[in-house]
């Protein structure tokens, strides 16, 4: 992720160049670019196409393009803000589980504090590595048994959630909880649970295929009209003025693509792996739990600060 | 469903051949075509109706008409998503459901594990019949006199929440569960049941019959006016920009009806058969149920990936 | 409500003329023509009046005017879909309180299953008579005290729901239920409840008369406009083509006006008689009371479908 | 509120001098119509200033005001249709609330039943008299002691509800109530205190500043190029068609300030008053205590009815 | 914030230079117009560039970017108005919790009540602390060790929860409070963990940095254009209507810029340090602890208050 100071405008339009999609987005522009002097060459010198395209046709077109860009980019954005939104409610009921247990548990149960410690803290982390299709067993904080667990499982945040499910009911039936305290549990398991099926949901299913390949279709169409309406009135300067045109299109449909996908590790997308250890930091320091100074150091933002 | 690389641009447009929508789409791309022709042979040859439509009035048909297009585009992707996103909700409830019984019931107690991992995966299965107007009981797995049960029953679906509901009830009664777990069980019930209620109203309740309708008359309107207006200005090159005209709105109202009832069997709509066999195999993973290798491949994705 | 196959062009068109309103939309668009008309001759034939409006104007208002339709074209479509959505959420709770007293009552007590069948069925009756003014207790099942009381009442869905709460509350008193058992029914009350409200809402409370007014006086204004600017540019053929025009604005002004009430029995309503007898048969199945064939028979649909 | 009757159409314009806000509104339109004249005086009499502003210029302004307003439109609608929600929750709640007492009351209770059914009365009286800065304690229904403590108290409201929890406890001290029953009793305190923190803050947080202010400077200037730029195409035409213009813009302004304070006594504004007086009707009516017949009257509708 | 008085046009205007954005948004109009001016003098007086630039590729470009910035607005706008929305619910939520102790705690346990009330009005101050990266102990009313405690925490928001929850779960196994009493609290406890979690995430997440640099390249672009198109229609009046021009595109941005953080000082934030003192009042009056009056008094508006 990007962090940004609002108000410089010249520094913001500097750091064009740092992200990755724009190499991309620019051979692209040059193509449309190498298309245009081929039509105004062929139509402007030899006069072999007198093609005259009315101005009305080409903005009813050019409305219902941005229309359907504004509706493109609202639907990769809501993705994106979704995406953030349930992170957000991981970092809640995570810290919601933590000071319930916190004020269960007893001041002095070390050892219990730590194991609810690591297992809610593993929750992120596994989450992190399901969405990014590479979980890394060895960053858990768990019993081999559970490691084993959660390594057979066919999803270890599901397996977490059960192993957490467990000993919660453990806790009950060692009457340490009363049959009341898994109701207050409850909201915050239930919590885990849909935050993961959020996840899930965002990163299997993207936009119907029908509208981005209709788009798409739509733009190239564009593009190849676009010179021929614009060379009656402007002339060569049809050119750079068409490729500032493509630059906008392209480039709108490609920050969507980006940014649909939130749980990548592009330059947008959304810092989870940060997000993991600052749950990690928040719930250790809710139990009162020592946690080694280098995990802390994680939670730190990786940002790449453009001011 | 259609998963596709995202970056890729020409082979997205290369797969427009794999949907059967298109051929419909082009059949009356093609008939706007024959419509321009005579249009276009009647006036500029034999100038028989020297009609001039004013620019202006064709702007503002466009611009109402956009809106109305993106207004039918936003409508129905919303029911496409809530679909998914209820869907989503389904597999957390289901799972949730799972991870509630598997640290109530004793480690060994095998055959209720087995009974409710049954019962519990069957769901999924008779609402994605019920959508798709053809639940398979053969599918289930339940004692014949449930089956039947099933089979006589008004929804098969809201059968099966009855038969689960009883079967808590009954634990409950034998004391193996405290009266507040009821209370642990209630979202998730509560929650299947909410996502019966929506699939239903999704599948049964299309966007009102006045604005297909409506959409539909304007643009016959706009397409039968179009040709007039745009002769002047550009000739015969009318038919076929006329024809990119026509092929844009009727392919927005066509994918907006091919997404509007994600619940069929097209190649844009939702993967529920498969997502009902992942919860499937999720659901007898945390009860920690054995199930066949064949019935876990079933919740491999029937996707074609489009790369 | 008409159903429709979605893939049938020229069928929907056709069934233009099944709709009443289309009969005053027609009239109205007349009325255009005839001012047209007059428009025309006095300017055209006596040149009385050399207005030229620009065109740049006309655009602008109609950019204004195609946004608020839309707008309006939108908050009638959420009232009708949040209608819809809370008659789904009716069917849901309905259905989830037969499951939890199907799961409590003994299997036996034929007595006490069909008097809370009739009890919760009785409830969506209620409300759809309520919602047109016109409840018909003769539809009701219960006994007469229950009746009279309802008569009495000042709202007669609140007041079943009020006799429900009462009639739980003494299962309750004989502890035929755990109190625990208060929290698993108060979702659906108050689900019931909620509906209540939101159709309530929704029938007495229409779009703030100012933008109604509003919106009416600028397609007259608007419509008053248009021959002087079209006339310039296209003769004659103003007329129909304003008509057009007219066609498009009027008509989507009614049909926001039909579908933002959705609980009347115009041709685009919610089939809500049909969706109460509905959960009628779905609450007696749940609970195993016999329904007598005529009662179910009156929960097919009344569409008039069209294909 | 004015209710009116959708379909008529020359009957809802004629309504159009009942509204206060009018008065201004044309006052302002007629003060453009000054400037104006005064502008094509200057302009066409003595070609004192031979100014051209472009049409696409114009366009661009008037797009982006259009959808500005529209913003602004949304934005007002939105918190006006939020008010009437809450509002509508606040019915359910209170109703809600009545009918678990009514069912745990035994039936000769009266003076408890009197006693709840005024204590929850008071409250959305107290709202309504909250929101209009203007709380009328000899409104309310209650010992001496109790209006004394509302007087005193920060916000009466919250004191209402403090009091209501004070005796539901005191219920259940004297075990006349479960323990169970609080959390039966809690989502309708909870829904209320909602009501009234989104009461609250609709009353408290306009629109940002910026925007209000920005939108007029916008209008201002936009007004202020106008007759320049349609003085060339339409001649003196252009001192009534701006008009016209200007009465659009303004007065969408003008609606959207009115009805995004709900609250007020306007016109357009919420019958709050006459909602509080329907909720002690259902209240009274549910906890099955007498109410005076000319309290009852007050529950009628004090609209104007436009028909 | 600032409050104005809605009806009220010269004066909105008028109080134009009060905000602190306000220089920069001129200086970078003046720099539109200094680049203005050298186009107006290098293309006129010396025809060094005989640019045309088709008006309908302007249009084009304009209307994509007025949606752009629309968009841009429309989430700006929501963020600002989340950040409103969770603080009003924070309001309910201490108040919430008050009205819940003050019902259990006895009438005369002013110690206790004294306790609480600190407690919980500690937390909005310690979220307004965390918010603007500045919390201020001092302010806190706590015993020294839970100041401490605080201190060393990693969130003082998350601390303070863990302390109430701890002291809550104290009082039930004093048995001051029925274990039922806990799932009372739990819905505040969440609802005020959550406006936390919303807050940081409002805080930290800003719109994804692609789309604030390509709104601002793209503002760049047409504003580049944008002389070039206008030369020749308007000649030397295109300078001062460009810069009207680039003054509503710069001044959104520049708005959205300024809404979109909602918890700083700026003239336009949340007023939420008035906020967390109104909350304080509030809590203290319905636990009826007194609150020295100096203290009151923070409670009133800060506003700047436009007449």
Known sequence: MIVYKAGDWWRALWHFHTSS??????????????????????VLRYHAVPIQLGREYFSFLGIMLSLLLVFR???????????RRVWGQLVSHCRGLAIELNAILPRDAARSRAYYAALI????????????????????????DIIGRLQAADSPTVCLLAVLQESIEQLRQAQIIDPVHLLAFKPH??????????CERIKSTPIPFSYTFFIKMFITLFIGIMPFVLLASSGYWMIPITMVGAYIMLGLVMIAE???QPFGTDSNDLPITQLAHKIRVSVHDVLNVELPHF???????????VR
């Not at 989450?127 to 081999?144: C, W, Y």
């Open 21 to 42: 999609v724009i190499l991309l987005l620019l051979r692209r522009v040059a193509l449309v670019g190498v298309y245009n002097i081929a039509v105004a060459l062929v």
């Open 258 to 260: 980006e940014i649909e």
């Open 73 to 83: 980019t609202n639907t990769a954005y809501d993705r994106y803000y979704e995406g």
């Open 295 to 305: 995990k802390k150091a994680l939670a730190a933002p990786p940002y790449s600060v």
């Open 189 to 198: 398991l239930l919590g885990m649970m849909e935050v993961n099926g959020v």
């Open 121 to 144: 803290s593993n929750f992120p982390l596994a989450l992190k590595g399901h969405l990014r299709n590479n979980v890394r067993f060895e960053q858990f904080e768990a019993t081999p």
